[in-house]
């Protein structure tokens, strides 16, 4: 079935549907991985968002139940290249368009993805429209045009859990507990808590501090998400009140959710980073890890001269662009990663940052 992608800009693009067929909008953007793109379409940070591949060929090793990052699809559409029905994995369950029809998500292939790569990096991130039912561009136009920006959109309320949970209850011989705000929480970053040696309990995003103190954890995490984080004004907000109270530790979203609670600003960048192979130089080691990433919006390095009673430092920086991807707190008993530690698919360069919070801990007060 024919099928077609307009972006906000009026640039069009033709393809073949697959997945579920009907008519989509979100933010186009690209992630550079090479696998893992089941982990991508379940990653709660994509929320609102129409992930395009880079890498050419998608679908090869079809879809299992265990490669998973949340418990639904949550990219708003998919942009691939090529797509394979094909798939062969000893752990495969079925193929990726149906896994896409389950949950009825849309997507376009036959494409030209380096061409539609290249605009996006050039004139920068932007809303675009998948459709297989019009193709009148006029009115395609118009339907992206009254659609919202990602700019002050809270989209944490989306994707955060309803109740709070214990992520691993038969866990034994815990050292530390951590509360985990789910804004958006990645599986992985929940396992890596567990394999660090840490109880971990979750909690909706909305969660008054008093009764996350009152569950008297080791430490708090903020996690990932999706949007723009000075949106979700009663997270920052609350994590005011945590702040000096336990020792804290933020992903992604959670990094700029600490920073614009302690007075910083963020600011949205050109198109964002999303992939697996991005350099972060480590400032203290020296060494280059390479990371997973996912973000539309970076801590504004500027603004962080408003906070020097925290007696902040940044930790890493970007080799791509220079943004920053980590800072600690010492004088608050906290810490920072804009990258995501867990990476999930991607590199474990970063994993050691569980175990660096493990020894915040052990040393805060």
């Known amino acids: 079935m024919k099928a077609i992608l307009m972006l906000e800009d009026g640039k069009v693009f033709e393809g073949r549907n697959f997945g579920c067929s009907g008519e ?4 186009v953007v690209f992630n550079t991985s090479m696998i893992g793109y089941q982990e991508i379409l379940t990653d709660p940070s994509y929320c609102e968002q129409i ?18 990052e949340s418990d639904k699809v949550q990219v708003k559409g998919f942009i691939v290249r090529e797509y394979l029905p094909d798939y062969s994995n000893w752990r495969a369950e079925e193929s990726l368009e149906q896994y896409l029809k389950n949950y009825r998500i849309i997507g376009i292939s036959e494409i030209d993805t380096r061409q539609l790569t290249r605009h996006i990096r050039v004139e920068g991130a932007m809303k675009g429209i998948i459709s297989t039912v019009t193709f009148d561009e006029n009115k395609l136009l118009q339907k992206l045009k009254s659609f919202p920006d990602m700019v002050g959109r809270n989209l944490v309320d989306f994707v955060t859990c309803r109740k709070p949970y214990t992520f691993n209850p038969n866990r034994k011989n815990c050292k530390y507990s951590v509360a985990v705000y789910d804004f958006g929480v990645k599986l992985n970053i929940l396992r890596c808590l567990s394999d ?32 723009d984080p000075a949106a979700v004004d009663y997270a920052i907000l609350n994590i005011r009140k945590l702040i000096g109270k336990k020792p804290l530790f933020g992903i992604c979203l959670g990094h700029q959710l600490l ?6 600003k963020t600011y949205k960048l050109k198109f ?12 203290d080691s020296g060494k280059v890890e390479v990371t997973t990433q996912n973000h539309g919006f970076s801590v504004d390095i ?64």
């Not at 989509?24 to 933010?27: D, M, Q, R, S």
């Not at 920073?259 to 910083?264: C, I």
Request: without cysteine.
């Open 272 to 283: 964002g980073h999303h992939g697996a192979n991005h350099p972060v130089k480590n400032l």
């Open 196 to 227: 660090a040696g840490f109880r971990v309990k979750v909690v909706p995003a909305s969660m008054d501090p008093e009764e996350v103190l009152a569950m008297n954890t080791s430490g708090v995490l903020l996690s990932n998400g999706p949007g």
């Open 24 to 27: 989509v909008i979100g933010e």
């Open 51 to 68: 992930v395009t591949m880079t890498y050419p060929q998608i679908g090869n090793y079809g879809i299992n139940s265990m490669d998973i």
């Open 302 to 365: 500027d603004s962080l001269k408003s906070i020097k009673a925290t007696g902040y430092r940044v930790t890493h920086l970007n080799l791509n662009d220079g943004t920053i991807e980590g800072i600690e707190y010492p004088g608050i008993g906290a810490l920072t990663i804009q990258h995501h530690p867990e990476a999930g698919p991607g590199p474990h360069d970063s994993r050691y940052i569980f175990s660096r919070f493990a020894e915040i801990i052990s040393n805060f007060n």
């Open 259 to 264: 920073a614009l609670a302690l007075g910083a």
